[in-house]
């Protein structure tokens, strides 16, 4: 069970490398968890990104 706090490994979905290729997948990428949804449908992570912290959604705990 996900925990506000823990560091878990995602792969982006709202931005993305600018050099990828084509189709490409993003490269998972450590983030913090910072909600989690009481019954575990989803939680959102932060990415430390150089513009700042970016947050994003997920299925599941």
């Known amino acids: 069970m996900l925990k506000v706090g823990d560091i878990v490994r995602r792969a982006p979905e709202t931005f ?3 050099d990828k290729l ?4 993003n490269k998972m990428q450590s983030c913090r968890v910072v909600w989690v949804h009481p019954s575990g449908r989803y939680h959102i992570v932060a990415f430390q990104t150089r513009g700042g912290k970016i947050r994003e ?3 599941g705990v």
């Open 22 to 25: 084509p189709n490409a997948r």
């Open 57 to 59: 959604a997920f299925r």
């Open 16 to 18: 993305d490398d600018l």
